[in-house]
């Protein structure tokens, strides 16, 4: 009779287990679902301001040349 309590018990946290993961798993397809076809990098549009102006860099070795702009950009 213990043996069986406890296979019972074992069945419900598993079946509780599967449930959680099921509902996690389609709620991240859900999320995701929604930003599918949002392209963050196209141009803005209606009244966007431009904030970033691309310098010419000034002549240095290529080394402090590549930190600038690494500095400039955040690459």
Known sequence: MKVLKSFAEAVWVFLLFMGCTLIFYYGI???SSGYQDYHRYDEPSGRATKVFQVE??????PSLWRLQLFLNHGE
């Open 29 to 31: 397809l859900w999320v």
């Open 56 to 61: 010419e860099p000034i002549n240095l070795e």
